[in-house]
């Protein structure tokens, strides 16, 4: 069974700095890893995802991840952040194209930007 | 309309009231998901249905009764609930279920 864990319910950068969220998954097969962003009174929204090929996924908004095999994860970089990054985000995984089971979710990294 | 839409995204009711959540997917997906957001937890997969046919529910308690008459629409019909189900309630959907999963608004419950 898969699982994901996010280090760091509370990420808490200046405007203008590193984005960084950490992911870790666990899967007993090629798993397919996502990020999802949810800003306040909304449903979630797609960033990102890696299913095949190239590790490094750049996703909407200047977000991108780069997907570890050797390390289990798939963390979330963004060079420099904005106000408007300011939201919760979600790790899931899913076991792909091997596995019949919809997607785990991590508990969520909330990010504020501080002016 | 387009995407995945919720009605109503506000809801209150009293523990011996019934009422339905909506949802809508207008994306030509084969299936739909019901999930939990409750403070300070991780999201909770309650229910999926592929091609109409309910093929996964988490140990999900009675009071919460899905309906899924068409691959466009999802309903969650309530009844009973308690003060501990309050919380966000999201409706997603995919192509299949192992594709990414497009959400909703979410309706916002709560259970007084």
């Known amino acids: 069974a898969q699982s994901v864990t996010q280090l760091g319910s509370h990420v808490s950068v200046s405007e203008g700095a590193l984005v960084l969220l950490r992911c870790n998954y666990s899967?007993?097969?090629?798993?397919?890893l996502f990020w999802y962003v949810q800003y306040p009174n909304q449903g979630l929204q797609l960033l990102l995802k890696?299913?095949?090929?190239?590790?490094l996924v750049k996703g909407i908004n200047g977000f991108e991840a780069e997907f570890k095999k050797s390390e289990t994860s798939f963390h979330l970089t963004k060079p420099s952040a904005h106000m408007s990054d300011a939201a919760e985000y979600f790790c899931?995984?899913?076991?792909?194209?091997?596995?019949?089971?919809?997607?785990?979710f991590g508990k969520g990294t909330r990010l504020s930007v501080i002016a | 309309e387009t995407g995945v839409t919720q009605t109503p995204r506000h809801l209150v009711m009293g523990m011996t009231n019934k009422k339905s959540l909506k949802c809508e997917q207008h994306?030509?997906?084969?299936?739909m998901y019901w999930y939990k957001q409750s403070a300070k937890k991780p999201l909770e997969l309650m229910f999926v249905?592929?091609?109409?046919?309910?093929?996964e529910n988490n140990s999900v308690p009675s009071r919460f009764s899905p309906e899924c008459p068409n691959s466009s629409h999802l309903f969650l019909h309530l009844h009973t609930l308690q003060p501990e189900d309050s919380a966000l309630y999201l409706c997603?959907?995919?192509?299949?279920?192992?594709?990414?999963?497009?959400f909703g608004p979410g309706t916002r419950l709560l259970v007084l």
């Open positions: 997603a959907s995919s192509q299949g279920t192992l594709e990414t999963q497009y």
């Open positions: 899931a995984v899913s076991e792909g194209v091997a596995g019949n089971t919809p997607l785990v």
């Open positions: 994306l030509g997906h084969n299936a």
């Open positions: 899967s007993s097969v090629p798993p397919y």
């Open positions: 890696y299913t095949t090929g190239a590790t």
């Open positions: 249905y592929n091609f109409k046919e309910q093929t």
